[in-house]
């Protein structure tokens, strides 16, 4: 349950960063409001950058939510990819909680930015990433389980 959430979470984002490349300003207001709220800075980034953070986070989502149970060989090309997103989110919580966002988001330090950044955006990073780092260990416990001897 927990990865499938995860993923949710994670493609909810991605479909927000697309509408916001295609020029949404949804939930705020207009582009500035966005841009100070969201980026943190005076003009939201451009279509391709929110194009690119968009497809991370679909991809992302598509490794978290699909485990490859079926075919070993790709168990720890999986694992290792899901906690790639984990590592990836659980670094971008950590320096927002602690007021550093601008040390991955060059120019993100205005007032209203850093104060939602610290009550809502990190904390939904931290919880992605907890999300998807419970599904690898879930689908580790699965396959010790499977590999027991039945008794």
């Known amino acids: 349950m927990s990865r499938w959430t995860g993923a949710a979470g994670l493609a909810g984002a991605g479909v ?6 295609a020029g949404s300003s949804w939930p705020l207001a207009d582009r500035a ?3 100070d709220a969201v980026v943190g800075r005076p003009a939201v980034p451009g279509a391709g950058q929110c194009f690119a953070v968009a497809g ?5 989502a598509a490794v978290v939510a699909h485990p490859p149970r079926r075919i070993p060989r790709l168990d ?3 694992r290792a990819g899901v906690t790639g997103v984990a590592v990836v989110l659980a670094s971008r919580g950590l320096l927002g909680a602690a007021g550093r966002t601008d040390l991955v988001s ?3 330090v205005s007032d209203r930015f850093r104060r939602l950044d610290r009550r809502f955006y990190s904390p939904l990073c931290l919880g ?3 999300l998807s780092a419970a599904g690898v260990l879930l689908d580790r416990a699965d396959a010790a389980q499977d590999a027991a001897p039945a008794g």
């Open 16 to 21: 927000l960063h697309a509408a916001w490349g």
């Open 106 to 108: 060059r120019g993100s």
């Open 76 to 78: 720890a090309p999986h």
């Open 56 to 60: 991370a986070l679909v991809a992302a």
């Open 33 to 35: 409001a966005l841009a």
């Open 128 to 130: 992605l990433a907890g």
